[in-house]
């Protein structure tokens, strides 16, 4: 493990510290996607999301979604399907293919995910750099059938998106995840946003300004998660 905590290169993205932006979600504008900027804003619970119309936008909401493993709940039906599935999981063997397939993942009443182009380059570079990392879920004829991508900010790793073209498969990916952390020594998972799949594996909303304090101390901590 690193003797220091992580210490992120300067930005020169603007924003509101998040301490101070209330009831706001929206932290900042600015069309940065520098790797510089990227892990900036990840160290200091902020994330990028492109919105239709507007410059890019950076939010750090007042409520954030995390899963802390002790409350981790894997339904009976989903364990038995994850015992009797032959899918082999890897780990940052196949980056912008599951990047490009959280991309062209199609979700309800969207045309496409919220994976611009720049976006996609952007933390393309960023796990050249060795800070973003994926799981992969492969099947028995070695076709990609799922896997997520996220951010490691110094000690805590922030999901972003996940995609399968088979069931269970972003599922089991997300639990491999968690379980590689955890022995990493890392005790809970930067989710940004709730959604019904993560609150049914025990996902909760926690205040922004615990979030951060959790944040800071489990980078103080020094963890090397991959």
């Not at 496409?112 to 393309?124: D, H, R």
């Not at 996902?203 to 980078?219: G, H, K, M, S, V």
Request: glycine fraction near 8%.
């Amino acid at each position: 493990m690193p003797s220091n905590p992580f210490h992120p290169p300067p930005t020169r993205l603007q924003v509101i510290p998040p301490q101070l932006a209330g009831n706001a979600e929206v932290v900042g504008v600015g069309d940065d996607l520098s790797p510089e900027t990227l892990l900036w804003a990840y160290t200091h619970g902020i994330f990028p999301w492109p919105i239709d119309g507007y410059p890019l936008l950076w939010f750090c909401p007042p409520l954030r979604a995390i899963l802390d493993f002790d409350n981790l709940h894997v339904s009976e039906r989903l364990a038995r399907a994850r015992r009797a599935s032959k899918f082999t999981l890897t780990i940052d063997r196949a980056f912008d293919r599951v990047i490009a397939g959280c991309q062209l993942s199609l979700r309800p009443n969207q045309p496409g995910t919220w994976i611009t182009p720049a976006m996609l380059s952007a933390y393309q570079n960023l796990h050249r750099l060795g800070y973003a990392h994926s799981v992969e879920v492969w099947d028995t004829d070695g076709a990609l059938v799922g896997g997520l991508y996220g951010v490691s900010a110094g000690g805590v790793f922030c999901g972003e998106s996940m995609f399968h073209t088979v069931s269970n498969a972003s599922k089991f990916a997300l639990l491999f995840l968690c379980e590689h952390l955890q022995m990493r020594g890392a005790g809970w998972l930067d989710i940004q946003m709730m959604t019904p799949h993560l609150a049914a594996l025990g996902a909760t909303e926690i205040p922004r300004n615990e979030f951060l304090d959790r944040l800071e101390q489990d980078q103080a901590r020094g963890l090397e998660l991959f």
